[in-house]
Structure formats: structure tokens, C-alpha cells
């Protein structure tokens, strides 16, 4: 049964406290993105990897960290640094990065973050 | 002006009627274009993708891309109650040779039984 996973669904966390998003997709994509969505706005991209060991800033990178160790994992720190960070966070992959018809995202389900 | 604009709504139809939602894009250089579905509280789903001028059908759902004017509509046909969620629409933009999807901020869509 092929997807993506995210965890937690619900995540609190302290002022000055980093937590970790976990992703996984067994969809064997090379692409996966993160974005974060508040309310009344689009989904903002903060980053992307296009293959294993690479990652690039999206839009609104500041405040958070990646890494993209293994094909199937990319897991999003949101770091002290970050002023705003309650928001949905939504992962996504796609086959590749590229190339007509190969870019379709695909999104798991999502963790809502809230700082108290 | 935004890349992707969308009315944001609500737009109410009875059940049964043709919805139509309808986006506008900046960059001329998009190739690709996605209607997503998203339920309150929930992760969006890609329900249509089209990258060529005309329309694209798909069960209830037809996609219509007119690339010289640079809108992208979505026609639901026969609208049902369950369809009443938000619909994003996508578009991407081609950045060093990623294809960056730019989404909208979605028009509320809302079928009365």
C-alpha cells in the first residue's frame, strides 16, 4: 500500500524548543517538499530535495532544517529560529523534479504544529 | 500581482449543478497545471493535471487550459454535497531546472443538498 507518512498528526511545543516532522513515501520518488500552510494563504515551500544527499531552500527556508539521507525519509527540524511556526506542515513527492508529467506532488497527511 | 490568483469564495451551487472555479497565472512559461482538493482540516489531493491548450476530462471533472489568455478552469459536473471543499489550484515554474509548483490560496467550494 503506497503513500506517504507523516508524524506526528499533532505536535506542541515550547517557545525555544526544536521538534522534528517526520516524512516517509515507499512510492520510490526521488522529489519530496515541504511546505507549510496558514490559514487564508497558499502553500509556501520551504524545502525540496531532488535525490538522496541534496536539498535546496524553498521560499521561507529561515528557521528550519532538513536532510535527505535516505530516498524514502526527509525529515524537517523546526528550530528555535523560527518566529511564526504554528502552521500545517505538508510533505510531498513526485517521481522526479522534472519533466513534463513527472512533477505531480503528492502530499501526506499532514502535522499541525501549535507552540504554547 | 500574485503568480496564482483564485476567487476565494465561497462559491455555492445546488447539488446537481455544474460548478466551474476558475485561476489565473502570471509566468507564461508554465507548463504544467494541477487542481488539487482540499477537505477542512485535511491534506490536499490532486484530482486534476493539464498541460496542454483545451480541455481534459476526467469522470465528473473537466480541466480547461487557454495558456494565450493564462487562466485554468475546473468544471464539476453534477455536483455532489461531499464535493464541498476547497480547491487549489497549481502551477508550475520552471527555476534552474526545478519545476516549482506556485499554488493559490483556493476557492471555498460549497454544494447545498
Known amino acids: 500500500d503506497g503513500g506517504i507518512t507523516q508524524s506526528p498528526k499533532y505536535l506542541f511545543r515550547k517557545e525555544g524548543q526544536n521538534v522534528t516532522l517526520s516524512c516517509e513515501q515507499n512510492l520510490n520518488h526521488d522529489a519530496m517538499y515541504w511546505y507549510r500552510q496558514d490559514p487564508g494563504q497558499g502553500l509556501r515551500l520551504i524545502y525540496y530535495?531532488?535525490?538522496?544527499?541534496?536539498?535546496q531552500k524553498g521560499d521561507i527556508a529561515e528557521g528550519y532544517s532538513v536532510s535527505r539521507e535516505k530516498k524514502e525519509s526527509f525529515p524537517l527540524t523546526v528550530t528555535s529560529a523560527q518566529k511564526n511556526p504554528t502552521a500545517f506542515y505538508l510533505c510531498a513527492s513526485s517521481i522526479d523534479f522534472g519533466g513534463r508529467g513527472y512533477n505531480e506532488q503528492f502530499f501526506g497527511p499532514g502535522t499541525r504544529l501549535t507552540v504554547l | 500581482q500574485k503568480e496564482v490568483e483564485q476567487n476565494s469564495g465561497p462559491l455555492s451551487v445546488p447539488e446537481g449543478a455544474i460548478a466551474s472555479l476558475n485561476c489565473t497565472y502570471s509566468?507564461?512559461?508554465?507548463?504544467?497545471f494541477f487542481w488539487y482538493r482540499q477537505y477542512s482540516g485535511k491534506s490536499p489531493e490532486l484530482i486534476m493535471s493539464i498541460y496542454s491548450n483545451g480541455d481534459k476530462e476526467d469522470g465528473r471533472f473537466t480541466a480547461q487550459l487557454n495558456k494565450a489568455s493564462q487562466y485554468v478552469s475546473l468544471l464539476i459536473r453534477d455536483s455532489q454535497p461531499s464535493d464541498s471543499a476547497t480547491y487549489l489550484c497549481a502551477v508550475n515554474r520552471v527555476n534552474t531546472g526545478f519545476q516549482k509548483l506556485v499554488f493559490g490560496t483556493g476557492t471555498r467550494l460549497l454544494v447545498s443538498p
Open positions: 509566468d507564461r512559461g508554465s507548463q504544467s
Open positions: 530535495s531532488q535525490i538522496v544527499n541534496d536539498f
